[in-house]
């Protein structure tokens, strides 16, 4: 059988490797080279080097605001959600009775498509601030606040059925030892049950953090970036630049390339850090 396999593997794999090159490893190669030109059509371009990656600290200065309203965002729904998350897969790991329905409510909204979700949120939340004669593009802050409860709502059950699976994997004879050595409810918690599903908690932080920085259909259905684009978030400011100012195309490029570097790199250093936490089950 293992002959077998390592004869026709590449004629198995061929297929996928084939559709990987095409979907995503020549457009890759081909945005980071027209991110060092000037373009309106992929086949007409001048070498402009740096220029692009100038302008996005210089001239456009709609990258940085998104960066930092992209930031923050990220970094409270990277706690809200893990937390929340991980608070209902405690609950739902006691065998109460319901267990199973209640995970597949709380997971159901992770199956609503982005921009479903958004008109729906914005819909939800108008109608609350309809009665202050205010909607969600008043202030930033409303829909910041909104993005973050909408993120929370779609993401919270998927995280939790990834938390239910690392819980039941937790040996029970550690925590009754645990709990022989007359170790309190918090110390078993914190010292032996969030240690154990550190790999859980890694893939969780892992997928909330790279969900939350490319979070594009949520934002345009539920505030497009109003009032101002001061609510507009990394992918949406690139979208926007690529296809609403003319002679910025090369810069939208440039900001894709930044962007990928700048995701890449966060989520590399968040798995190095949450994976030395981890240990041996």
């Known amino acids: 059988m293992q002959k077998s396999l390592k004869k026709y593997f590449a004629i198995f794999a061929l297929p996928t ?30 070498f402009v080097g740096l220029e692009n990656y100038i302008k996005i600290f210089t001239v456009d200065d709609s990258f940085m605001n998104a960066l930092w309203f992209t930031t923050k965002f990220t970094i409270v729904s990277i706690v809200t959600v893990n ?79 990834i938390y239910v699976a690392g819980l039941q994997n937790v040996p029970s004879d550690v925590l009754e030892a645990a709990n022989i050595d007359g170790a309190s409810a918090p110390q078993r918690l914190f010292k032996v049950t969030i240690p154990m599903v550190m790999p859980s908690i890694t893939i969780c932080t892992f997928l909330t953090l790279s969900s939350s920085f490319k979070l594009f259909d949520q934002n345009l259905a539920l505030t497009a970036g109003a009032p101002g684009m001061e609510t507009s ?31 890449a790199l966060i989520a590399y250093i968040q798995l190095r850090i949450t994976r030395s936490k981890e240990v041996e089950s």
């Open 17 to 46: 490797v084939i559709a990987f090159m095409i979907a995503f490893v020549i457009p890759f190669i081909m945005g980071i080279y027209l991110s060092f030109t000037e373009f309106t059509v992929i086949t007409n371009t001048d």
């Open 233 to 263: 978030m990394l992918a949406m400011d690139i979208y926007n630049t690529f296809y609403l100012r003319m002679g910025f195309e090369g810069v939208a490029q440039a900001k894709a390339v930044v962007f990928f570097v700048l995701v």
């Open 83 to 161: 937390v929340f998350a991980f608070g209902l897969a405690l609950m739902l790991s006691r065998g109460i009775k319901g267990t199973n329905l209640f995970r597949s409510v709380f997971f159901m909204p992770n199956l609503i498509g982005g921009i479903v979700l958004g008109y729906i949120w914005n819909l939800l939340i108008n109608g609350v601030l309809g009665i202050f004669d205010v909607d969600i593009t008043y202030k930033a802050a409303y829909g910041f606040w909104g993005l973050v409860v909408l993120t929370n709502w779609q993401m919270i059950g998927y995280m939790m059925i």
